[in-house]
């Protein structure tokens, strides 16, 4: 391997390495509600906020924070936001009450969203364009370990060590990551995200805003299943709640592979993945529901499930940097939000359908709507760009000369 290729993986690790622990920060919390919730003497409920409030603080705080940072060049910003990570988990860790784990979150939380937008741009930057996707891929894997790996770990070091020791850890990681970014992510003077105006320039594309929609409903579809998998694959299926992780590490296995694919694929055809991640995340939902009484089927779809609903990661984000190409940066973290507002919206219909008695499927087949609404904005999104590129005059002679060949 070539020196140019080591620093290359050597610093799409350092963003990997940065999403696994902004992945981690996101959902341990889930496996800690309990002791959380004991020590600080707060209610689950209340406690489960720390989730919901993370949740908002992304979807609030990405494009605030990359617009504030737009001036400055990408790697010092990623350091900016990486140090914001280690002071949010650090707060966290030494909360005497749960008002300050919250604020904890929350600082955490501003960084999260602006991290997952600016690190694909830097990521697609490393490499050739035809390469872009399977770098944002790569870098994403981090994300998605840290939902195989690092969530059962964290709760598992909470649980025997007390929650704050997770928080810790967190930090550390964090620590690490800050310093791989710092000695390996090139750092290049013109590298910048241009000027405020500039980026919100391109809000006024409609392919954006179609592109942001996509990814929302898109998301959405695959967490309607995610979010209500374990009541399902205990209530419905008919599992053990032992079984239940060791059904979660197939899904990462599963999820971890689909989104790699969806990077090679997205490099080869970029719409064609689009509308094909999309259609086979929305089948897998259909069979889902179907194979949802029956513990064999289940489990294998479950793998189907991590598989087909991450294949869409890589290719939502380079979609929206292909739409957004002159100022990617900020468009790339408002889609980081579109992701959370996708996960909010499904887990609240999805908690109404089953409060409304429609049973723990119910969720399934409210993210089948999800799909088919978010392929149905592809189709339209991918027509309009179609039209708009045969009514340039160079698609306009393209058009001609395609006519005047078959008349021949």
Partial sequence: MSTSKRRRML?????????????????????????????????????????????????????????????LPRKTMLVILMSLFIAGNVLAARAPDYGVLMTGRVVSALCHGAFMGIGPVMAASLVAPER?????????????????????????????????????????IGAVSLAAIIAFVPSRANDTGGSLRTELAVFRRPQVWQVLTITMLGWGAAYAAITFMEPILTR????????????????????????????????????PTLYGTISAATAALVVFAFAAPYAVPAAIMVFVLGAAGFAMVPVFQTRVMDVAKEAPSLASSVNAAAFNVGIALSAWFGGLAIDGGLGLVAPVWIGVAL??????????????????????????????GARARSLR
């Fill in 132 to 172: 872009r996707s399977r770098a944002i891929a790569l870098m994403m894997t981090g994300l998605t370990l840290s939902n195989v790996v690092g969530v059962p770990f964290g709760t598992a070091l909470g649980q025997q060590l007390g929650w704050r020791a997770a928080f810790w850890g967190i930090a550390i």
């Fill in 236 to 271: 419905v299926s008919g599992f053990d709640t032992g079984a239940v992780p060791w059904l979660l590490i197939l899904f990462g296995i599963g999820l971890t592979g689909g989104n790699l694919l969806g990077g090679r694929l997205a490099d080869r055809a970029l719409m």
């Fill in 11 to 71: 610093a799409l690790g350092a963003l990997a390495l940065g999403a696994f622990g902004i992945g981690l920060t996101e959902f341990v919390v889930v496996g800690l509600l309990g002791p959380l919730g004991e020590d600080l003497d707060v209610s689950i409920s209340t406690a489960g906020l720390l989730v919901t409030g993370y949740a908002a603080s992304v979807a609030i705080g990405a494009p605030i924070m990359t617009a504030a940072g737009t001036r």
């Fill in 371 to 400: 799909g088919l609404a978010a392929l149905a904005v592809a189709v339209v999104s991918g027509a309009a760009e179609r039209r708009a590129k045969t009514g340039t005059p160079a698609g306009l002679a393209a058009a001609s």
